[in-house]
DNA sequence: CAGTCATTATGCGTTTACGCATAGGAGGCC
DNA sequence: GGCCTCCTATGCGTAAACGCATAATGACTG
């Protein structure tokens, strides 16, 4: 009879094709996911996973319990969602997950006065660079920069968020106002150029003429390199708005945002309280986002 | 993150009731199982089994997660499946499981030809009154009396079995041939009248009119309790025929005998090797056991 | 109502599994 | 080639989990 635990070493081993991935994504050392692994294989009585120069890389035999290693997690996660989903009591931790400046500028005061409304429940807010999966339970709620798609998803349109082209005043008086193609101006951009974030499309057609003056994939970093006269930056009225940046014309990009969680924990108290809270603090902001 | 093992605890209490039948089913001793169902709860944060007089029951929340932590163990069987088919050596071990009287005097001259051929496999065998289940791995062949039906299972015809009506001499001379209706006679039967054995089916029409001389669940006390001369049994030739009993006429039923394994592990060496052997061995003895 | 058999709860000693620390490779990059 | 980083292997001390034993409780039976 094989230990579900060692399966579940198996899958995190499989997946990362090292044991010191494998151990880090499940909280534990290195040390001790070789001595599971090493366990799991001598009861199992076949190797199943190989061990190669470049890392752990699965045999055929492994492959056959890998889907099934699968086919245990999706329950596994499952039944986490389903007891959370029973938890009745308003109070207890939440983790909303959701990108910076949003988090930064937007929500932490509409979560300070939800703090003071309930006091037995801890908000986490994670600000993570990845988008954290809510079917493997890495955050209870998240607000997102556009609609997601399938799944089983709840979600609940939290309002618009406006951008528009903004620089300094200094840079604005010696380069002057730029016209469509943005020729002779300095755009302020991302690390990399894949993001298809829909203003930051409209700005790379809008700027199709100018020089790239500065690039940070941190919209703070963005906004510090604005107010410094490194340049035109596409950042949300939100955040530029109240730091005395010029406003320029020819953008009227949005994004919508969406408040997202699974629907197996919809009925939980506590992520009810807090998403209506993000729904309310949202509505009375709605002029401030949309510019 | 819940521990997967303490999912599968989950799953043994909700199905045994107690945390003793649960930690016998597991292999672990009672309070093992409660300190990991108490911690399972802890974590979970909410009641999920609710103590009664009676045993544990599930709450609503339990039953929620008890369907998926249902789906693990679909999964993790599979894995084990898997696993196992993926077994490429000639050795290793052999669970097969039967019925008691047809591994006696039927398997063991097979048995012990193919230990004397593979002395690297050892072969189990399992004669439990209970019909071992295969998918959960309980054993991994399995020599059944009928058709089996359903699941993902293989089978293979090993041959047929054949019943009479058998009793000692001393009875026979006293209390002559019985006719159809058997008035007057005493019959030898199960502790239960339940069974819908075919031969039992028959033997119960047939002797309609007997008393009751013995009841026995064992084949071997019914054999005994015919040589003692305490009437009429319904035996297997194969177990009557060499113990100088009478063989009586109006008997012609006969049952099946199949060879059953889990499809998962049809080509494992060692299980198509034991499968091998019992098929020919079987074929052997055709005449024997129809009588 | 006592006796039996099942259950759960708890204390104690031991084993096991774990984290930590360290040593020994195996690429990748200047 | 030397350095850096990430990996795996292994020894050691500790802490957590386990088995065992025992006590307490409750249900069924004669």
Redesign the interface.
Known sequence: ?????D??SFLAVARAGTLSGAARS??IRQSTMGRRLAAFEAR???L?LQKTPRGYVLT??GE??L???E??E???L???R??T???T?LA?EVRLTTIETLAAEVLMPILAQFAADYPGILVKLISSQRTLSLAA?EADLAVRMARPLGGDLVIRKLGDIGYGYYTSPAYLARHGVPTPGGAGHRVILMEDDAPNFPEYVAMAQYFAEAEVGFRSDSRYVQLQACKAGLGVACLAHYLAAPQGLARLPGCDANREVWLVQHRDTKETPRFKALSAALVNGMKAQNALLAG
């Open positions: 009879m094989l230990d579900w635990e399966l579940r499940l909280g199992a009585g076949v199943l055929s035999a056959a319990a889907a099934e290693a086919k245990m999706t329950a596994a499952a039944a986490e389903a007891i989903g029973q938890d009591r207890g339970r």
